[in-house]
């Protein structure tokens, strides 16, 4: 079955550590994006990448960093200069396209900073 | 700047009850539309879409309609079930840049529906 693999579910790290949150796609998509949720907000872009080896800054990149070394991956790197971390992310992919295509949205990771 | 503002949650309904969620956006050019349905513990799910003015998304029982004049795109259901209990997002796209889309959320209604 087609679709976006998030992992893990649930991720608890300590203040002042780098944590790598997995985002796995095979729907054969071009794009992929990093949001961000929080209670009683909308979600929030982080990154987003429109192909292999190239990504852009979304509207709260401050203290995130990402890669596409692959199609399929799409990794984010919470990092310790991100001043308030405990947010659920949501990964999502679309094809690319110069008009409107579908974003699918895998399960999210919960992370938690203790 | 474009922005998206939906009513306050959470809503609270019975069984068979109307379901009606407003929506409004601020947007430069002409956006597309969306509302994305979430269940707990999981992703966003898609639920309809509309392009342009006038145009009606539908799925599942819920619709909304893309209204230009009062830049709204309000959700509603003619008889809500347990089941439709999630939290939805009103969300848009104004172009693509790159090939890639930058949606832009409302920050979410959590509808509960109590048998």
């Known amino acids: 079955d087609g679709g976006i693999t998030q992992s893990p579910k649930y991720l608890f790290r300590k203040e002042g550590q780098n944590v790598t949150l997995s985002c796995e796609q095979n729907?054969?998509?071009?794009?992929m994006y990093w949001y961000r949720q929080d209670p009683g907000q909308g979600l929030r872009l982080i990154y987003y990448?429109?192909?292999?080896?190239?990504?852009q800054k979304g509207d709260i990149a401050e203290g995130y960093s990402v890669s596409r070394e692959k199609k399929e991956s799409f990794p984010l790197t919470v990092t310790s200069a991100q001043k308030n971390p405990t947010a659920f992310y949501l990964c999502?992919?679309?094809?690319?396209?110069?008009?409107?295509?579908?974003?699918?949205f895998g399960p999210g990771t919960r992370l938690t900073v203790l | 700047g474009n922005s998206v503002t939906q009513m306050e949650g959470p809503v609270t309904l019975s069984e068979e009850a109307f379901l009606t969620i407003n929506c409004t956006y601020t947007?430069?050019?002409?956006?597309?539309l969306f509302w994305y349905v979430q269940y707990p513990g999981e992703g966003l799910q898609l639920l309809l879409k509309?392009?342009?003015?006038?145009d009606k998304g539908s799925n599942k029982g819920f619709e909304a309609t893309y209204r230009k004049e009062t830049t709204s795109f309000h959700l509603e259901k003619g008889s809500v079930q347990v089941s439709d209990s999630a939290v939805y997002f009103c969300?848009?796209?104004?172009?693509?840049?790159?090939?890639?889309?930058?949606?832009?959320f409302g920050q979410g209604t959590r509808l509960t529906i109590n048998p």
């Open positions: 999502a992919s679309s094809i690319f396209s110069s008009g409107l295509s579908e974003q699918f």
């Open positions: 729907l054969n998509h071009d794009a």
């Open positions: 990448s429109q192909i292999v080896n190239d990504f």
């Open positions: 947007a430069t050019g002409y956006p597309s």
């Open positions: 509309a392009t342009k003015a006038d």
């Open positions: 969300a848009l796209i104004v172009g693509v840049v790159q090939g890639a889309q930058k949606l832009v």
